[in-house]
């Protein structure tokens, strides 16, 4: 709205300029209108990836202000990171296992970094679920366990949900995807992408 006129059919162009020459004008920082990047999308995408950032999202500049619609005229580009994990758990699931637990080594150590359920088609999840099976141990293999609390993303392991866990013999690498690494310690929005067994468990460290 804009002095009792709705704007909400109006381009987002319009309603843009409008922000910026009557509303934003007599305001200062920490207000400021987002900007508008004229370059190709594959130069924003090595932007992102170089500054560590999360992703792009972008808008028609015809498009008209819809409230409560997920409409087709916003898009949200989510730049992942990869890198090889050891799988050192799961939880049971249904097909064999909902969630693998994934770490790295630090030195000799194994550390926790995440838990995931996604990436996995049926037929997949039951062939990494045959492998699996055959290296199952009792004790927990990631040195940096239990965890305190479950954390701001719930990606923390604490002695509760530990309980629900069965172990692995920590030799088995994937490649998985991932948005970021936590101030705790944990990859947050983590995909598995395929087996790795080319890699040597012990050698698989965190990176970044």
């Known amino acids: 709205m804009l002095r009792g006129k709705d704007l909400t059919q109006a381009r987002l162009a319009t309603r843009r300029q409008l922000l910026l020459d009557e509303a934003l004008a007599d305001l200062s920082e920490p207000i400021r209108l987002s900007p508008v990047f004229e370059v190709p999308l594959p130069d924003l995408v090595r932007s992102v990836k170089a500054q560590g950032l999360e992703g792009l999202i972008a808008k028609r500049r015809d498009s008209v202000y819809e409230p409560g619609i997920r409409s087709g005229a916003w898009l949200k580009m989510r730049i992942n990171q990869r890198q090889e994990l050891v799988i050192g758990g799961y939880t049971p699931g249904t097909r064999g296992f909902d969630a693998l637990v994934i770490g790295y080594f630090n030195n000799d150590k194994l550390m926790y970094a995440a838990r995931t359920r996604n990436g996995f088609t049926p037929a997949l999840r039951d062939q990494l679920f045959a492998k699996l099976r055959n290296l199952e141990i009792r004790d927990c293999p990631f040195a940096n366990l239990p965890e305190k609390t479950p954390g701001r993303w719930g990606q923390g392991l604490t002695v509760a949900k530990m309980a629900e866990c069965q172990w ?41």
Request: proline share 2%; charged share 30%.
């Open 168 to 208: 692995l013999s920590p030799v088995t690498v994937a490649r998985f995807e991932f948005v970021e690494w936590t101030s705790e310690g944990h990859l947050r929005h983590v995909k598995f992408v395929a087996l790795r067994s080319d890699k040597d468990a012990a050698k698989v460290g965190r990176e970044g």
